[in-house]
């Protein structure tokens, strides 16, 4: 059966330090990959969006970047945060089928900047 | 931007009474979903429907989908204390690449 990895559940950064979110997707194949941003309350922001390695959209501009290196993991990162990044992120995954769209969560990283 | 966006923001109801939620959309798609959060956890898949379905039902859910005034609508009936959640539509839209953009979601509390 296929699991989702996303780690850490909770991270408190300083301002201005480097961050690294990793997800991972465990059996099944050229999975469609995403990155999503929650704020308290509200609805899931599109940040980055993979349909394969080293293929990668941008949804919005940002303080953030998102690579692919292998098929089924899927990185977030940042040089320098901002306090505007704090939020739940999401990673999530969905079969490479037009017609079965299903996408499957992470646990999610609530990550503070202080 | 969002593409789903849903109405009510949020929702109070006594248990076993029905909750209604809806969503609008602003392009022609392929599918619409409906997911649910409990608070501070990810997303969990309800039901998906295709472009060319009018309604569907799983369990106590009932999921229907209007193409021509681009809006639908998911019903919860006999509601329980443990369906309080947030309840998010999903669209996928060849025109905007499949990628799955969600709406601002609706906070239903269910009291017992």
């Known amino acids: 059966s296929q699991t989702i990895h996303q780690w850490p559940a909770t991270l408190v950064q300083p301002v201005g330090s480097p961050l690294s979110l990793e997800c991972t997707v465990e059996g099944t194949s050229n999975p469609n990959l995403y990155w999503y941003r929650q704020a308290a309350g509200r609805g899931l922001q599109l940040l980055f969006y993979s349909v394969g390695i080293g293929q990668i959209s941008s949804e919005v501009p940002q303080n953030l970047s998102a690579s692919r290196p292998q098929d089924r993991q899927f990185i977030l990162s940042s040089k320098k945060l901002l306090l505007s990044d704090s939020g739940f992120y999401l990673c999530?995954?969905?079969?490479?089928?037009?017609?079965?769209?299903?996408?499957?969560f992470g646990q999610g990283t609530r990550l503070t900047v202080v | 931007s969002q593409q789903g966006e849903e109405d009510p923001q949020a929702l109070s109801i006594q248990e076993g009474e029905n909750a209604t939620m809806n969503c609008s959309y602003k392009t022609s798609i392929n599918n619409l979903q409906w997911y649910r959060q409990n608070s501070g956890r990810g997303l969990v898949h309800l039901i998906l429907?295709?472009?060319?379905?009018r309604e569907k039902h799983s369990g106590r859910l009932r999921v229907t989908l209007d193409t021509s005034k681009k809006s639908s609508s998911l019903l919860i009936t006999a509601s329980r204390a443990a369906d309080t959640a947030s309840y998010f539509c999903?669209?996928?839209?060849?025109?905007?690449?499949?990628?799955?953009?969600f709406g601002g979601g609706t906070r239903v509390l269910v009291k017992p």
């Open positions: 999903a669209t996928d839209a060849e025109a905007a690449g499949n990628k799955l953009t």
């Open positions: 429907i295709r472009s060319n379905e």
């Open positions: 999530a995954w969905s079969p490479l089928d037009r017609d079965n769209t299903e996408a499957f």
